[in-house]
């Protein structure tokens, strides 16, 4: 059997789909579990252990005839978007689960109503959902989850600790990783002073190397950030790919994240991670992880989901550098 799982669009959607393939997996144990995504995916993706084959054709002409040569018998649509359903459709799958949204169920052999609980209930239920109707179809029976924390598996850790090294970073001190950035929202970034208030912090009074990372549209936050700081924290901004930040996440002992994919890569490799919540829901999209705490203000405005906010960016002012800091001293201390 050949099953094709249509993969998300973002970094944290993307972990966050992770218990959903793994139940898929334990369902059809002997099938060949194939994953279409973008490039950027591929690096993590594949240090889940879950797929058989990750391809990334790029154009929808491309993915069409990457997909057809599949020969799908099942596929799992995770993305709402009509295009995919429209890519999976004239491949000819067989059988196709996805959400009947953008108005396009008659693309899909099985469409599937969106949750009454859509907005109150962690994305990964609503990924895990789709599993959930897969199995009830093909076995006429549905069965809960137990195990619903993101995993990966850093597959080969030592070029992270190279990098880490040829920048400066001691390994006999600790070492917090700051994440200033949000590439496709002003509104979720904490304060770029007050985060390199923090770095000084950690590095004065704590007595940790500090590293900054984001993608390369962070960049620039970071040297705002670099260029705020008392003590110069080591700018990873956009030196690596994804595969290697994570890496880098799995090999330091916290990172201090603004809502952004980081922020559900971390505690999925199994490091301490502090979360700043603004303008968007924690109810839904916090990483779903122990290992991740959430900071916010809970002002009357939250969550707005907007991009860019309209008044005084309340969600994030009144989120102090003295609240963040104690937690992570918390944190690094091991006085959780």
Same mark, same amino acid.
């Given at each position: 059997?050949?099953?094709?799982?249509?993969?998300?669009?973002?970094?944290?959607?993307?972990?966050?789909?992770?218990?959903?393939?793994?139940?898929?997996?334990?369902?059809?144990? !002997?099938? +060949?579990? #194939?994953?279409?995504?973008?490039?950027?995916?591929?690096?993590?993706?594949?240090?889940?252990? @879950?797929?058989? $084959?990750?391809?990334?054709?790029?154009?929808?002409? +491309?993915?069409?005839? *990457?997909?057809?040569?599949?020969?799908? !018998?099942?596929?799992?649509?995770?993305?709402?978007?009509?295009?995919?359903?429209?890519?999976?459709?004239?491949?000819?799958?067989?059988?196709?689960?996805?959400?009947? #949204? $953008?108005?396009?169920?008659?693309?899909? *052999? =099985?469409?599937?109503?969106?949750?009454?609980? +859509? !907005?109150?209930?962690?994305?990964?239920?609503?990924?895990?959902?789709?599993? =959930?109707?897969?199995?009830?179809?093909?076995?006429?029976?549905? #069965?809960? *989850?137990?195990?619903? $924390?993101?995993?990966?598996?850093? @597959?080969?850790?030592?070029?992270?600790? !190279?990098?880490?090294?040829?920048?400066?970073?001691?390994?006999?001190?600790?070492?917090?990783?700051?994440?200033? %950035?949000?590439?496709?929202?002003?509104? +979720?970034?904490?304060?770029?002073?007050?985060?390199?208030? @923090?770095?000084?912090?950690?590095?004065?009074?704590?007595?940790?190397?500090?590293?900054?990372?984001?993608?390369?549209?962070?960049?620039?936050?970071?040297?705002?950030?670099?260029?705020?700081?008392?003590?110069?924290?080591?700018?990873?901004?956009?030196?690596?790919?994804?595969?290697?930040?994570?890496?880098?996440?799995?090999? &330091?002992?916290?990172?201090?994240?603004? =809502?952004?994919?980081?922020?559900?890569?971390?505690?999925?490799? %199994?490091?301490?991670?502090?979360?700043?919540?603004?303008?968007?829901?924690?109810?839904? *999209?916090?990483?779903?992880?122990?290992?991740?705490?959430?900071?916010?203000?809970?002002?009357?405005?939250?969550?707005?989901?907007?991009? =860019?906010?309209? &008044?005084?960016?309340?969600?994030?002012?009144? &989120?102090?550098?003295?609240?963040?800091?104690?937690?992570?001293?918390?944190?690094?201390?091991?006085?959780?």
């Amino acid at each position: 059997m050949n099953i094709l799982v249509r993969g998300t669009n973002w970094i944290g959607d993307a972990v966050m789909t992770i218990p959903a393939v793994r139940k898929l997996r334990l369902l059809f144990p !002997d099938a +060949k579990l #194939t994953l279409q995504t973008r490039e950027w995916a591929k690096g993590i993706l594949n240090q889940s252990a @879950l797929f058989d $084959e990750i391809v990334t054709p790029v154009g929808f002409l +491309k993915q069409v005839k *990457t997909l057809r040569k599949a020969e799908v !018998d099942l596929a799992v649509i995770f993305p709402n978007s009509f295009s995919s359903a429209l890519a999976v459709r004239m491949a000819g799958a067989k059988r196709s689960f996805g959400y009947a #949204t $953008e108005h396009r169920s008659f693309l899909l *052999t =099985d469409p599937i109503g969106l949750p009454e609980w +859509k !907005d109150t209930r962690h994305e990964v239920y609503y990924y895990l959902k789709l599993i =959930d109707e897969v199995e009830r179809s093909y076995f006429g029976v549905g #069965t809960e *989850t137990a195990d619903l $924390e993101p995993r990966l598996t850093i @597959l080969d850790a030592n070029p992270a600790r !190279d990098i880490l090294r040829q920048h400066g970073v001691t390994a006999d001190l600790k070492t917090v990783a700051l994440a200033p %950035g949000s590439t496709n929202s002003r509104a +979720k970034r904490w304060i770029p002073h007050r985060f390199a208030q @923090l770095n000084d912090r950690l590095q004065s009074e704590l007595n940790c190397n500090v590293i900054l990372l984001g993608s390369r549209e962070d960049k620039e936050i970071s040297r705002t950030v670099s260029s705020l700081s008392r003590r110069q924290p080591v700018d990873l901004t956009g030196e690596t790919n994804i595969e290697a930040a994570t890496a880098i996440l799995g090999n &330091i002992d916290l990172l201090i994240s603004n =809502d952004m994919g980081l922020a559900h890569l971390a505690p999925a490799v %199994g490091t301490e991670t502090i979360v700043i919540f603004g303008p968007t829901n924690q109810l839904t *999209t916090r990483p779903f992880s122990d290992s991740a705490a959430i900071i916010s203000a809970n002002v009357e405005c939250s969550p707005c989901m907007l991009r =860019d906010c309209p &008044i005084d960016h309340r969600c994030m002012t009144r &989120i102090s550098v003295d609240e963040v800091f104690e937690r992570a001293k918390a944190i690094l201390n091991n006085e959780n």
